[in-house]
Structure formats: C-alpha cells, structure tokens
C-alpha cells in the first residue's frame, strides 16, 4: 500500500515538472522572438524581471518549507516552477556575457543539465529531449539567418523625433505603440531607425522646446506626436529648418486650412475629424430629445487654440433642437496647482444650475477621472444626471482602474470604431501588453487604445518613408506610404456608443454621420442598402446613472431643494379658474379651479417629481408675466391667454384650452320672425313629406271608392276629401274595406303629426322668437355704446388698440356675478370675454336672457407661463399633450359648466330657446307602413280590376292589333308604288339623255 503511493506521487511530480519545463521552454522561446535585440534594452528588461522573480522565489522557499501534507501539492508545484524560472535566469545572463543569441541556445542544454537529478520516467524524458532538440534546431536556424541577414546590408542609422505627453495615458500609449512600430521595423530593415522622446508634460511651451531640440541637437528626419500648428509655427520662427521637416500631427486639426499652410508645407494633420465627434455627440442629445445641455471641457494647448469646436458643437446641438445653457472651461491639469479643489468649485456653481445634462466635449483621461471622482462625492453623478464623454476619455477605458470606473456608472459615451478581432491586431496587442508591463509597471489594466493604434500605424508609415529616401524625407514619399494628402489617415466614421456598468463597459450601438445609429456593422449595411435616416430606439436598453430604467430628463429645479414658485392670479374675474380663499380658523390659503386642476394632471404625467408651491398674485395678468419674466416667479398658472406681446418675455406652454374673444349681450324678441312662425314646427323636408304621402294616400283611397261610392267618383271630390280628412271633418262615407284599410293607418299618421305640430308651436309662441340685441362691434362703435369686460385682462388693451374703443366707453368689471347688474343697470350694452370665460357665462346665465353676438376673435387660447428657454415648459407641453389625447381635460372642462348651469338655472328657467323645427325622422316608420299599405292596395285593386274585364280588354288589344296590322300594308303599299315610280321616270330620263347624246354625235359628223 505504501510502495503503491510513493510510486504515484513519483509519477505525478515527473508529469508535474514536465508540464512546468515545456511551459517556461515556450515562454522563454516567445521573449526570444519579442523582445528587443538592443543590448542594453534586453538587460533592463531582463534586470526588472529578475528582481521580481527573486521576491518570488523567496516567497516559494517560505512555501516549500512549510508544505507538509500533500493537500497543497499545487502549490508546491508553482514554487518549483518559480526555482526553475531562476535557474534559467542564473544560465541566461552568464551565457549573455559572450553571444546573446548563442546564450540563448546554451539554455536548453544547461537546463537539462540542472534537472538530471529528477527521477523522469522512460517516455517523459524521450518526449523532453525531443521538444530540447527541436527547440535548439529552430535556436540555431534563427541565429545563422540573423547573422546572414546583418553580413548582406549595411545598417544606416537615422533618427525619428516624438514630442509626446507622457504624463498622460494617452501619450503613454503612443509611445509604446511607436516603439513596437520601430522595433518590427529595425527587425526586417537594413536601416536602423532610433525614436527619440521628448515630453511636452501638456505644456505649450515645452512642446515648443521639444521640436527645436529635436531638429538642432538629435537632427531627426520626422516628428510626430500632439503637437499642434501654432506650437510648430511658433518653433518655426525660432528655427528656419522645422520648416523643411515633416510634423505628423496625432490631434485633430484646429481649421481646415491649416492643413496646406505656406507657412509649413510639410505639417500634416493626420488626426481625428472634430466636426464628427461633435456630430456624434449631437446626434446621441438628439436620440433622447434633450433641450438644453452644459458643455464642459478642458483648455489645453489645442483645445484653447480653436474656438471653432464650441461652434461647431452649438451647431449639431440646434440640428436637433438643443442648445447649450452653460460652458464649463477647466484649465488644463498641468497648469494646475490644486486641481481637485479647483474642480469642485467648478461643479458647485453648476450644482446651483438647473440643468443636468454634461457633456464633455474634450478633457484628458486624468482630468476627467479627477472630475468624475468628485462628481460622485457631490452627487452629481446621480438620479435625474446625464454624462456623455468623449473619444479621449471612452476610448482610454480599458487602461482605468477599477475605482475610477465606479465614479463614472451610468456614463455614456463613443469610441472610435475599429477591428479589434483581427489576427493583426491580436498580435499587436500582445505586443503592447508585455511591452507596457515593462515599461510602466505602476499601471493595473494595460490595453492599446485607438490611439496607440494611430500612433503605430503612423509610426511603421514614417519609418517605411525614411527607409526609401536617402537621409531626407519628402512629402512624395510620405504620401506613398498610405499618409493621407486629406488629413484621413487611418481615421474610422464609425464610431462605438458605450454605457459604463459594472466593472467595465458594454457597447450599446453603432453610429456614423451617414446611418445614424444601428446594432452592429451588420445592420448598418442593410441600413444603407434600404433606407438613409438614423434608426430610432437603437439606445432603449441604457443604464442611467442611478440605475433608473426611464430616460432623464436632465433637468432638475435647483440643488438646494427650494420649491418653485408659481404664481396664480388672486384676483380673476372668474374663480371658476382660479379661486383662491383664505380660511382664517386654520391661517391656510387654499388654491382651487380649472386651471389648477388641469396644471396638477400635467405635473402628474411627468416622468420626475416636481417640488412646487402656488403663490397668489394680486396684480394683473400682465404684471404676473413680468415677474415671471424678472425671474421672481419660476412659472404662472392661470387662464392666461397666450399673446405675442407676452411671447417675447416669457415662454408659454401648449394651449390646454382653445381661446378666442367673445361678445355676450342681451336677447330681445324678433317681432319680424313671428308672421311665419307656424311654419317652422316642422322642417321642409317634414312638410314636403307629409304632403306627397297625402296626396298619395287619397289618390288610392279615391281610385277604390270611385267605383262603389257615388259621392267620390269626380276629380274635385277627391280634392275635398284630401282637405277634410286632415281635420277628420270628412263627410263622405268610406264604403270599401279596402279603403278603410288604408285610410286607418293615415289617421293615425295625421293624429301623431297635428299633436307634435301643435306643441312645436306652441312652444314657439310661447318662447317668443329671440335675438340678440347688438348684432355686431360696429353697432356698438356707431352708436357709442358701453361695453365691459375684465379690468386685469388685456381684452381692455384689445378694444382700445384694435377695435377702436373710447377707453372712457369700456366699464372694467372684476367678477363675473356684477355683469348681470351692470347688463339691468345699462351700463353697458355688450360684454367681451375670453372664450372659455364666455362658456362659463353662458352656463350661468343663459336662462337670465344672455346670449352670444358677432364673429369670435381667435386667440392662441390658454396657456402656462415660464421663463424663456426653461425645459420645464417643453416637459410640461408634452405632459399636456398626454393629458388632453386622455380626454381628461375636457371632462374637466364639462365638470366644470354642467356644475354652474344646474347652481344658477331652476328647472322653469331652462327651457329650450332655439325653437328647432321637427324633421320627419320620428315619423319615418309611420311613414313607411302607411306607404306599404297604400302600394298593396293599390296593386290589388289594378289586379282586380285587369280581372274583371278581360273580355273587353283582350277585344280591344285585338283590334288594336288589326289596325297596327291595316297601317303596316298601307305603309309598305305606298312606299313599293313610290319606289316604281322612281325607277320608271330615272328609266326614262336616260333613255331621253342617250337619244340626245346621238343626235348630237350625228350632226357632228354629218359636218
């Protein structure tokens, strides 16, 4: 049992060392194909490796020693492998003395060596020694082919200049791009290209500095990094031969004619494309209809330099109905002494703003990390917030550790789009990884940016330029290299929208400028083969900061939690919009009404929680405006009509009811209307049926009884009786029942007709025909009449500037209960209200003998008010909107007039005053059965009648048919003896001209 363990342990330690020997044999074979072949590069890599490995060692000799049961056997192997890595360590660095690369191949024979003592079974140590041969065979054919390849080529040595900002992630990343682009070229080059760095620290002036020393002291052939074209024209002036040197700028160009300056031919923008990422920016505010939005960005060497960018941004932003409320202009972190204090002032002023919705429109990844940290601590970054962050910050992310990442959930952004599944790329990013490792082994998350990816791409294209020029390069040449003459090279119009969460990010959508947004690159190519609009939904699935479901609206009432301060009018004529009353047993006012009604539906249908107190205002309308213009009121409530005076100082909400001016005056009997009255009761259409079926009816009644009545066998009997039998005053006798038949129903017809005609008219005649008693606005300015309407109203200011009104003629009434004294008292003669006021009115008072007069006036109708550019009114338009496709208004509305008609009209009081006439629809069914009865009978009594005297009417068809048949052979004997007699006189007519014609023939020739 024993023998049987100890050989299982000796059997799975000699698979445990070979698995851990061929793992370090392929890592140390993948640092010989990568790393660099410069000697003191490889010993600084080798010298940082080495001192970490010995902290591990010691940590597994701590680990062995203390290994006593085979529980932790897994960790007793990784502890030997650490032994192993220094053992081959100790051998690589004493064989590098002499050969590097014959070091290398010295590695695997020494370590056998050094691993002889291990007790390896038959077939693990064939397969061993096997992998150690192949390994050597391919050492070996590396070193004869490197040392053929440097005896063939002359290795010329230049230079590439870099101004770079290395205290930033960005510039981090494009210096180890560029030196992994010279690295591969060096490798397969005769030419030997050296980088030469200089750090600008995000400083003009350094930047400045950087170029000239790189073109006297280190006389480089290119320059390339985040210099921009001031910085160049600048070092230019200092120094003549910058000018004849290429500058490859990796930042977007400041204007598009600095592309092809005179002043510096040879300075090309081979960055991004601004206008784009304005565009996408613009383009993600549009997809959620955000109205106004705060710009924040950070002023360094190239974003101060170019105004243009803000514009271009305020111009996108108005393309889709947004503009910018505030700026934001951070220093640059360099030039900053306490950057976080100086932050948090910034974001203090901004807390006081009602807007929440930041975009950054440029900033460096430190200072946005340093931004969004203490955008956390302020709240900021919170229910109700939006961030969208730029290329600069989304498209560094995968490089931002774990805490900075949890200040910024929720954030959305865009990146530039571009293959990172590529075999190309993969290689490129392994690269860039241990490279980066090495290089900066403070950093936590290490991968290339698009940036990195520009930088390299930009780098191999100048290094592929200098290896065909002879020690000076060209703009030809450059331009052969794939370098843009456009300033586009290698730049994507595609860029990715992400969502921070969690840990990291997801990507949401697609957008390019000609597509708009799609899922994936798949859908946008059937995007562009079917339509060319933006699609719509696309970013439904965002986590909002706060983790809310809904979309924000960004926008927020103010920071310190004060309510807002709406006004109502304490003084309106009519309370049944706004009624404001004081209960002085509980000191509380209380605000009632339509229009509060309708104001608190619409803060109901908003997708936040709005903080809002009413406060009475006992002005007039139009000083009610004006505070809110002055921003003392943050809104208005109230049946304030929307008028373009008022329009150019405050903003009005969407009209929740329709609204025009109306003229109300007295009714009066129209005595000319009364002479035809009585024809009236019914309609003409009633009157013209009634009189057809009449006369119908007693035609048929007639045609039966002619027959067996004496008394009804004449034409005018028939008249008479037609007469008489509407007043059931007929004296002649109905004796066939077929007649009674149709007569019955008729009679009832003619009862139900006379009753409704008579209480038609008479209620007509009772309720006297009415009219109002001023027709129209002249009449009353012809003859100078009294008007009134409500004192704190523009309708005064109405009918003095537009109809013409004497303002000594206008009576201001300030309640609506004091126009029916004023109306008894003559003091005025018409009174003008607002639509809505006049419907009120009218529900009132109607039964009191008011009544609507002239054309209405149509106005923008009832409106709230808010300050100009506030987002609040766009939220609460829609909100209204909702409300009014609800039907909620308008049963508030109808609430609202049934409540004062049925308070202010008694039962007696209302009855109806239009007098409409009766139309024949309620007696289309009696109609209908008495018609039906009357064709019946008259069908019957023609059949009867073709029955009983058929002898008489088949001997009269019969001889009708005779004399048809006599007419015919008259008709074809006259016109056979016409046609003979035709036919003989044309016979003898030429018969006569032929006898002539001989004649004449016969003299001819007798001459």
Not at 298 to 323: A, C, M, T
Not at 399 to 418: A, E, P
Not at 472 to 489: A, D, V, Y
Not at 818 to 825: G, K, V
């Amino acid at each position: 049992m024993l023998s049987r363990c100890v050989s299982n342990g000796l059997k799975s330690l000699e698979d445990s060392l070979l698995i851990v020997l061929t793992r370090l044999l392929l890592t140390r074979l993948v640092d010989f194909l990568i790393l660099p072949h410069n000697p003191s590069d490889y010993q600084r890599h080798r010298n940082l490796k080495y001192k970490d490995q010995q902290m591990k060692i010691e940590e597994a000799n701590n680990r062995i020693t203390s290994v006593n049961s085979s529980g932790q056997r897994k960790g007793l192997w990784s502890c030997l492998e650490l032994k192993i890595l220094l053992v081959i360590e100790k051998v690589g660095t004493s064989q590098r003395k002499g050969n590097q690369e014959l070091g290398k191949v010295g590695l695997i024979s020494t370590l056998a060596q050094r691993f002889e003592h291990f007790s390896i079974g038959r077939t693990s140590k064939m397969s061993l020694i096997i992998c150690f041969f192949v390994l050597q065979l391919l050492t070996w054919s590396r070193v004869l082919l490197a040392h053929e390849s440097r005896n063939n080529c002359s290795r010329s040595i230049m230079s590439i200049g870099a101004v770079l900002d290395l205290s930033s992630q960005m510039g981090k990343h494009q210096k180890i791009a560029m030196q992994i682009a010279l690295q591969e070229f060096n490798r397969l080059s005769c030419s030997k290209l050296d980088l030469k760095i200089e750090n600008s620290h995000g400083n003009s002036a350094h930047a400045v500095a950087s170029a000239m020393d790189l073109t006297q002291s280190k006389q480089v052939l290119a320059i390339i990094g985040t210099i921009t074209h001031s910085e160049a024209n600048l070092a230019s002036e200092f120094d003549d031969t910058i000018k004849n040197i290429p500058i490859l700028s990796l930042i977007s160009p400041v204007a598009r004619s600095e592309k092809s300056s005179p002043l510096l031919p040879y300075f090309i923008q081979e960055g991004y494309d601004i206008n784009l990422h304005m565009q996408c920016i613009a383009a993600i505010v549009g997809e959620f209809r955000w109205r106004k939005v705060t710009v924040i960005y950070e002023l360094d060497n190239w974003f101060s330099s170019d105004p243009g960018i803000l514009l271009d941004l305020s111009y996108s932003l108005r393309l889709v109905g947004s503009e910018i409320d505030n700026h934001v202009a951070l220093p640059s972190l360099s030039s900053l002494l306490d950057p976080k204090s100086t932050i948090e002032n910034e974001l203090n002023r901004l807390k006081n703003k009602s807007n929440r919705v930041f975009l950054i429109a440029h900033s460096s990844l430190e200072l946005a990390n340093i931004l969004f940290e203490k955008a956390k601590q302020m709240s900021l970054v919170g229910k109700g917030s939006v961030w969208v962050i730029p290329d600069g910050v989304a498209g560094l992310l995968d490089s931002v550790n774990s805490s900075s990442i949890l200040n910024m959930q929720g954030v959305i952004g865009f990146k530039t789009h571009f293959m990172e599944t590529s075999k190309a790329f993969r290689r490129f990013k392994f690269k860039f990884r241990r490279r980066f490792v090495l290089e900066f082994p403070e950093e936590e998350n290490i991968n290339p940016s698009f940036f990195a990816l520009q930088s390299y791409k930009a780098t191999r294209a100048v290094a592929q330029a200098a290896r065909e020029s002879q020690g000076k390069l060209t703009l030809e040449q450059l331009f052969k290299s794939n370098i843009s003459r456009n300033g586009k090279f290698w730049q994507s119009q595609t860029f990715n929208i992400i969502n921070v969460i969690g840990k990291s990010y997801r990507e949401l959508a697609l957008w390019s400028p000609e597509l708009g947004f799609s899922k994936n690159l798949i859908t946008q190519q059937l995007t562009e083969m079917n339509t060319n609009s933006a699609s719509s939904g696309i970013l439904s699935t965002v986590y909002w900061p706060g983790g809310i479901q809904f979309v924000p609206k960004g926008w927020t009432h103010s920071t310190e939690q004060r309510k807002l301060q709406i006004g109502v009018p304490a003084k309106g004529a009519f309370t049944e919009f706004v009624n404001v009353t004081y209960d002085k047993n509980r000191n509380k006012t209380s605000i009632t009404g339509f229009s509060i009604d309708v104001f608190k539906e619409a803060v109901h249908n908003l997708s936040y929680d709005l903080d809002f107190a009413f406060v009475p205002f006992n002005g007039s309308y139009d000083e009610m405006v004006e505070q809110v213009y002055n921003k003392t009121l943050d809104a208005a409530v109230g049946d304030t009509s929307i008028m373009a005076y008022r329009y150019h100082l405050v903003d009005f909400s969407q009209p929740y009811v329709d609204s025009g001016i109306d003229m109300v005056v007295t009714e009066q009997s129209a005595k000319s209307k009364e002479t035809w009255i009585f024809l009236k009761a019914f309609t003409k259409g009633m009157w013209l049926m009634m009189a057809a079926l009449h006369i119908f009816v007693g035609f048929v009644i007639w045609l039966i009884e002619r027959q067996v009545n004496e008394e009804l066998k004449g034409f005018g009997s028939m008249l008479w009786f037609l007469v008489t039998v509407i007043f059931y005053a007929h004296r002649e006798p109905i004796r066939s029942p077929l007649a009674r038949t149709v007569l019955a129903p008729w009679l009832f017809v003619i009862l139900i007709a006379t009753s409704t005609f008579t209480a038609s008219l008479t209620s007509m005649m009772t309720v006297s025909q009415l009219e109002p008693s001023v027709l129209d606005i002249k009449s009353l300015l012809k003859r100078n009449s009294p008007v009134g309407c409500n004192g704190n109203s523009f309708i005064v200011k109405y009918l003095t500037e537009v109809q013409k009104f004497k303002p000594e003629n206008i009576r201001r009434i300030n309640s609506i209960n004091d126009y029916p004294s004023a109306f008894q008292n003559k003091d005025i003669e018409a009174a003008f209200f607002i639509a809505p006021h006049a419907k009120v009115f009218m529900a009132k008072y109607s039964c009191r003998g008011f009544i609507k007069a002239g054309n209405t006036f149509r106005l923008g109708g009832l409106g709230f008010v808010f300050p100009k550019g506030s987002t609040l009114a766009t939220d609460i338009s829609e909100a209204l909107l909702k409300v009014l496709e609800s039907g909620e208004i308008e049963q508030l509305e109808k609430d609202m007039l049934t409540i004062e008609g049925n308070a202010s009209c008694s039962p007696l009081e209302s009855k109806a005053k239009d007098g409409s006439p009766t139309g024949f629809q309620p007696f289309l069914g009696l109609f209908c059965i008495c018609s039906i009865v009357a064709v019946l009978a008259l069908l019957y009594n023609m059949i009867c009648l073709l029955m009983s005297n058929v002898l008489t009417f088949t001997s009269y068809i019969h001889l009708t048919l005779t004399q048809l048949r006599r007419i015919w052979r008259w008709t074809t004997r006259y016109f056979a003896r016409s046609s003979s007699r035709f036919q003989s006189g044309s016979l003898r007519s030429v018969s006569t001209a032929t006898v002539t014609r001989n004649a004449e023939e016969t003299v001819i020739n007798t001459q």
